[in-house]
């Protein structure tokens, strides 16, 4: 459900000569393509994504073939840079099943222009992987996103199944598929109520156990105000027959599961500690890499920029919205199929 930020190109500014783009168009950037839109198998606590639903009620969130196809021309017409991001996402877009994933990668062939680099992405739970997913990853070089929050207790605590039992098993077993297979991946890890005070034992267990050398630490932090505030914070997984009100950015008050502000900042400083002593050049941590980015000028996390606007979300339905963060009536930008971008 975030992004990923080591494929995030939006400084990158090497334009392909001829181009008749606006001189104020970006060269790049980075788009989160959600093909089952709020979708997903299993039912994380803090989830604001799969409130989502609520936008598009009745329909099956299934992104359509032409959809795929104006979606991946659009993508690569609008780049000027040479190097293309195709980044897929959800809800849990491995329930869209392989041969959509087959068919996008035949169209990014079929659409891309001389020279362009196109690279695949998907950010998954990593449930359903097997080996028929991995061996497809590894033939097309897909970098993995796998969603892991720590070890099975910490784990456990918010990212669990419709009946409330915890995934870390069904993770596990899914990244041993994509060590089988040789698939590169990352780790994405929340950072919230539950972990915020293990920021070391976080990080060892990513480290030693799943051999990550790639990580990304996201804070949870849950909107909301006082009129959703009985029904939203709860600590405990609820029954997945409650409906979720529709997450918005709103709200002066914050879950109990979000992170506290001073032990997100702790957290940080106890993986440094331990990363700056033992695994500088080997282990990469997004949030230092960023930092140090920010430092020489270059900005390549949103958040850290002078201006955000570079990492759009799709909706199935060619719904674009401004940011994955801000999939809501607000910040919608239109449909691609009707309006070209
Ligand atoms: S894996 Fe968890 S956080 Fe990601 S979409 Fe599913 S429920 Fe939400």
């Not at 939203?232 to 979000?258: A, C, E, F, I, W």
């Amino acid at each position: 459900m975030q992004l990923d930020p080591n494929l995030f190109v939006a400084s990158q500014r090497t334009a392909i000569a001829g181009s008749a783009w606006p001189t104020d168009a970006p060269h790049a950037f980075h788009l989160l393509a959600k093909p089952s839109g709020s979708t997903c198998n299993i039912d994380c606590s803090y989830c604001f994504f799969l409130s989502k639903e609520a936008l598009y009620p009745d329909q099956r969130q299934h992104m359509s073939d032409g959809t795929l196809e104006t979606y991946i021309r659009q993508l690569l017409e609008s780049h000027q840079a040479p190097k293309v991001q195709v980044a897929w996402q959800g809800g849990e877009p491995t329930l869209m099943q392989l041969a959509f994933f087959q068919r996008a990668v035949e169209l990014v062939e079929r659409h891309r222009r001389p020279g362009q680099i196109v690279e695949h992405s998907i950010q998954t739970n990593g449930t359903l992987l097997d080996d028929d997913w991995c061996r497809f990853f590894k033939q097309h070089r897909f970098l993995v996103g796998l969603s892991v929050d720590g070890p099975r207790q910490l784990h456990d605590h918010y990212r669990v199944d419709r009946l409330g039992r915890g995934t870390f098993s069904r993770v596990l077993q899914g990244w041993r598929h994509l060590r089988q297979h040789g698939v590169e991946f990352n780790i994405l890890c929340t950072v919230h109520a539950a972990n915020q005070q293990h920021g070391r034992a976080v990080y060892r267990f990513l480290r030693d156990e799943l051999d990550a050398r790639w990580i990304q630490f996201i804070p949870i932090v849950e909107r909301i105000d006082t009129r959703v505030m009985s029904t939203d914070d709860q600590d405990q997984h609820l029954p997945s027959t409650k409906t979720r009100p529709l997450y918005t950015q709103s709200g002066n008050l914050v879950t109990r599961r979000s992170v506290d502000p001073a032990q997100y900042g702790q957290f940080l400083v106890d993986v440094f500690e331990e990363w700056v002593r033992n695994d500088v050049g080997r282990v990469f941590v997004q949030q230092f890499d960023v930092a140090l980015e920010a430092c020489f000028g270059r900005h390549l996390l949103c958040v850290h920029a002078p201006e955000c606007g570079y990492g759009p979300a799709l909706e199935y339905n060619g719904d674009l919205y401004c940011c994955d963060h801000y999939v809501e009536p607000n910040y919608l930008l239109g449909n691609i199929p009707i309006h070209r971008t």
